[in-house]
């Protein structure tokens, strides 16, 4: 009796092996599918399919914003246009001065425009306004001066001729950092950058510093879009010595990120280079919107196809040097 109870009793445990194997099966079925979705929600956007994609990002708040993607088709020759072109003494500027609208009648009247000529990008407009109006109000009356912003081929030409003149002549030491760009390869040409000086009330006209009361500007200059295009720290890199009064426009999440990372916009368009539609780069801005970044390579031909959300707003600039750069607010 007792050896066939034993028998039985493995008997009755052989015959629920399989639901068990069953039940384990399918729990380690159940686990793997967690981690994998937890992997692709940390990980960011995961493309499912070719043509309309899915990708799911966290967004600021913890909870999952879905973003479905779709494609378009852009020339290459855009490659040269946009907020983020990189123009230094390797790229030149290829195009000059696209939507340029005149300062001087289009300011809000909290700073002094040199004259009727100074022009800036349409788009960066509202930006400059909104600067100068926000430190106006902050400091009150003050001497902020813009000397120059949009500048033409032909006219950095002239003030280039007259910097070589003047180093030839002896007037002024050549220190291998450039102050004065070549003909052609001036941001200012791009009409997405502004010079600054500071005019006192009896009209004397000293060089801006960005110092005291004026280095508000230069550290707060982000949160419009703006950034300080050749720090003291990158001459290395920009090409440039130190030149606290030129501000560049590259728009908010870009300007944020650059300033929060020390990065100028040689190293920016770098580091985006590494960040494709798969695996963007992620930018919370000072209002705590958050942003998506990424590159898109310029293809051989004429076009380029690029991924964009189908359900958003989106910015695509050139980078002036080999591809695109896709912005936008989730
Ligand atoms: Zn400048």
């Not at 939507?99 to 300011?107: A, C, F, G, I, R």
Request: some cysteine; aromatic content about 14%.
């Amino acid at each position: 009796m007792v050896t066939k109870k034993r028998h039985t009793g493995g008997r009755f445990h052989i015959r629920n092996k399989y639901p068990v194997m069953v039940a384990v099966t399918f729990l380690v079925y159940i686990f793997a599918f967690v981690f994998m979705v937890s992997f692709a929600v940390m990980a960011g956007p995961s493309i499912t399919a070719q043509g309309n994609t899915v990708a799911t990002v966290p967004n600021v708040t913890g909870t999952q914003a879905q973003i479905s993607y779709t494609t378009t088709s852009i020339e290459n020759s855009y490659v040269n246009l946009g907020p983020l072109i990189l123009v230094n003494n390797d790229n030149s500027c290829e195009i000059d001065g696209v939507n340029l609208t005149p300062l001087y009648e289009n300011s809000n009247g909290t700073y002094m425009v040199a004259d009727y000529d100074v022009s800036i990008n349409s788009a960066v407009l509202q930006y400059v306004n909104n600067l100068f109006g926000d430190f106006h109000q902050l400091v009150g009356d003050n001497d902020i001066f813009v000397n120059s912003a949009y500048r033409s081929k032909e006219i950095q030409e002239s003030i280039y001729n007259t910097e070589m003149q003047s180093r030839a002549d002896g007037e002024m030491a050549n220190t291998g950092e450039e102050f004065v760009a070549k003909p052609g390869y001036s941001e200012h040409q791009a009409g997405y950058s502004f010079d600054l000086s500071l005019m006192d009330d009896d009209g004397v006209i000293t060089q801006y510093a960005g110092e005291d009361k004026y280095s508000w500007i230069n550290q707060n200059c982000s949160k419009y879009g703006f950034v300080v295009r050749y720090p003291e720290t990158k001459a290395q890199v920009t090409g440039y010595g130190f030149e606290p009064w030129h501000f560049r426009y590259v728009g908010e999440p870009h300007a944020v990120y650059m300033t929060q990372n020390d990065l100028c916009l040689e190293e920016y368009i770098t580091l985006i280079k590494t960040h494709t539609v798969d695996m963007p780069l992620y930018i919370t801005d000072l209002s705590l919107n958050k942003w998506v970044v990424y590159y898109a390579p310029a293809e051989s031909g004429n076009t380029t196809r690029i991924s964009i959300p189908s359900d958003r707003e989106y910015q695509i600039s050139g980078n002036n040097v080999d591809g695109f750069i896709v912005t936008f607010k989730i």
